[in-house]
């Protein structure tokens, strides 16, 4: 797909001409695509506010999601949105710019959720919950403003394994982020069409790119949270049997309620036997 037209959006110029980065860049485009197609996330002349934050995921987002719909594979219209939440040193310049220098129609959006998170999480404990709802509740206001239907974020499927272990460590709860929802108040979607991309490679996809990352410096500088110990444990299982995160991932695509205990899912007291011996 991607060598049958020689021209490229923006967001590749300068991109390596290496066997390896091609290949990369045709897997991640793959595999955004057929999460788009399986999950059901096309609703045509649509319109998608694509979050920013500036780190490598968001950068991947962005640039396959205007991949696709630069070969008319994605008929919708694409709006990139960077949330300013006020953190001290923010580069507030650098998104801005590039965005323009792109040719990539955005928003960029000042709130200040740093000093509320600062004020109202007690010492000691981690911002992301708090930061994250703030964070959610104020894209939700700008999508309504801008006329889309959908939030699309950057999660990939390492942050969709790592929940999963969250949930279950922590939470006494089999869940994880879904690749499709629809909000509380029931006017727009969320998605993550990065589902089946793997976090190694958004790193290895916006580095090569040379896109200029931003690092979250409010959760980013605290110690011992509980979603950086699971990714050690699940480096450490990955490490002694490489491959296993893709075969954990794909337990979630394959859940079998009459194998589990939730009697809400599976109803355990209606099974008959269809054969009862008399």
């Given at each position: 797909?991607?060598?049958?037209?020689?021209?490229?959006?923006a967001?590749?110029?300068?991109?390596?001409s290496?066997?390896?980065?091609?290949?990369l860049?045709?897997?991640?485009?793959r595999?955004?695509?057929?999460a788009?197609?399986?999950?059901g996330?096309?609703?045509?002349?649509?319109?998608?506010?694509?979050c920013?934050?500036?780190?490598?995921?968001?950068?991947?987002?962005?640039?396959?999601?205007?991949?696709?719909?630069?070969?008319?594979l994605?008929?919708?219209?694409l709006?990139?949105?960077?949330?300013?939440?006020?953190?001290?040193?923010?580069?507030?310049?650098v998104?801005?710019?590039?965005?323009?220098?792109?040719?990539v129609?955005?928003?960029i959006?000042?709130?200040?959720?740093?000093?509320?998170?600062?004020?109202?999480?007690?010492?000691?404990?981690?911002y992301?919950?708090?930061?994250?709802?703030?964070?959610?509740?104020n894209?939700?206001?700008?999508?309504?403003e801008?006329g889309?239907?959908?939030?699309v974020?950057?999660?990939?499927?390492?942050?969709?394994?790592?929940?999963?272990?969250?949930?279950?460590?922590?939470g006494?709860?089999?869940?994880?982020?879904?690749?499709k929802?629809?909000n509380?108040e029931?006017?727009?979607?969320?998605y993550?069409?990065?589902?089946?991309?793997?976090?190694?490679?958004c790193?290895?996809f916006?580095n090569?790119?040379?896109?200029?990352i931003?690092?979250?410096?409010?959760?980013?500088?605290?110690?011992?949270?509980?979603?950086?110990?699971v990714?050690?444990?699940?480096?450490t299982?990955?490490?002694?049997?490489?491959?296993r995160?893709?075969?954990?991932?794909r337990s979630?695509?394959?859940?079998?309620?009459?194998h589990?205990?939730?009697?809400q899912?599976?109803?355990?007291?209606?099974?008959?036997?269809p054969?009862?011996?008399?």
């Open positions: 797909m991607l060598d049958e037209n020689t021209e490229i959006h967001l590749f110029a300068g991109a390596p290496t066997t390896e980065y091609k290949k860049r045709k897997r991640i485009v595999q955004t695509r057929e788009i197609e399986q999950f996330m096309i609703e045509r002349d649509a319109k998608w506010l694509v920013l934050s500036g780190g490598k995921d968001s950068y991947t987002l962005l640039a396959v999601l205007h991949e696709l719909k630069w070969r008319g994605l008929p919708v219209e709006l990139a949105c960077n949330l300013d939440q006020g953190q001290p040193n923010f580069p507030a310049t998104l801005p710019e590039f965005l323009e220098r792109m040719g129609p955005h928003r959006e000042y709130e200040d959720t740093y000093s509320i998170v600062k004020e109202k999480v007690p010492t000691g404990r981690t992301c919950a708090m930061c994250s709802r703030l964070r959610r509740g894209l939700y206001r700008i999508a309504r801008e889309c239907s959908a939030v974020l950057g999660h990939h499927r390492d942050d969709m394994l790592e929940t999963f272990f969250m949930n279950l460590f922590h006494g709860r089999l869940a994880t982020m879904p690749p929802l629809v509380d029931g006017d727009l979607f969320v993550r069409p990065l589902a089946f991309v793997a976090e190694a490679d790193e290895k916006a090569q790119m040379n896109y200029p931003i690092p979250c410096d409010l959760c980013g500088s605290q110690d011992g949270l509980q979603r950086q110990q990714k050690q444990i699940l480096d299982w990955e490490k002694n049997s490489p491959g995160r893709q075969v954990m991932f979630l695509m394959n859940a079998r309620p009459s589990l205990l939730d009697s899912l599976f109803d355990f007291a209606g099974l008959v036997r054969n009862p011996k008399e």
